[in-house]
Every structure is written in C-alpha cells, then in structure tokens.
C-alpha cells in the first residue's frame, strides 16, 4: 500500500485560499485513486473530494463544488487540493488516502481507502 504524507495546511481568514498537498511514496501512484477527507471538531470523518488514477474524474462534496479543486500530477506522486474562498466551516484537520481498487470510480467512503496520512490542521478564522 502506498504511504501518503499530507502538507499544506495554515491559519487563515475567512475568503483566503490554500493549497494542500499529499504526497506518495512508491513507483505506482499513477494506479492509485486518491482522495481528501476531513474531520472537523466533534464530527466524523467526511469526503472532501477525489481524483480517479488518470485525473479525468473526480468528485467533490456538495459544499466544495465551485471553490475546491483537486488535481494530481503523477510525475511528482503528488495530489493537490487548492482550496478557495475558505470558510470557517472549513476548520478541520485534512487526510488523503489511496485505493487502488476503484478504477475510475471515486468512492466517497472512508472504507474505501487505505494508506491514511497523519493529516494536515487548517483553521479558518471569521
């Protein structure tokens, strides 16, 4: 299973932008669908948004369509999740994690993934 490390993750004010990265160790991230989660304070983990192995598809939750975007490059083993007009809502600690199994579905279950990274905090202040 490959290793993911996340990075990216700050404090800042409510409208600004981030961007995250997760970034895999091994030689076959390309086979690999990866997505974003995030737990925010007395909640459950919950999908954030993911990118089929290719990059042709993905899939984000209702409430960061139109202000997230992820986006892997292969050539660095690294997955992207540029983050606009944050909300204090958006105040979770964030993971990515992999499956190799979905091909070019993009689950939005936690069962689905492996490979969980340690998380990166961001925090958007009002």
């Known amino acids: 299973q490959v290793q993911l490390v996340e990075s990216g993750g700050g404090l800042v004010q409510a409208g600004g932008s981030l961007r995250l990265s997760c970034a895999a160790s091994?030689?076959?991230?390309?086979?690999?669908?990866v997505a974003w989660f995030r737990r925010a304070p007395g909640k459950e983990r919950e999908f954030v948004a993911g990118?089929?192995?290719?990059?042709?598809?993905?899939n984000y939750v209702d409430s960061a369509k139109g202000r997230f975007i992820i986006s892997r490059d292969n050539a660095k083993n690294t997955v992207y999740l540029q983050m606009n007009s944050l909300k204090p809502e958006d105040t979770a600690v964030y993971y990515c994690?992999?499956?190799?199994?979905?091909?070019?579905?993009?689950?939005?279950?936690?069962?689905?993934?492996?490979?969980w990274g340690q998380g990166t905090q961001v925090t958007v202040s009002s």
């Open positions: 994690a992999a499956s190799r199994s979905l091909g070019t579905v993009v689950a939005v279950t936690t069962s689905a993934y492996g490979g």
């Open positions: 990118i089929s192995r290719s990059g042709i598809t993905t």
């Open positions: 091994g030689r076959t991230f390309s086979s690999y669908t």
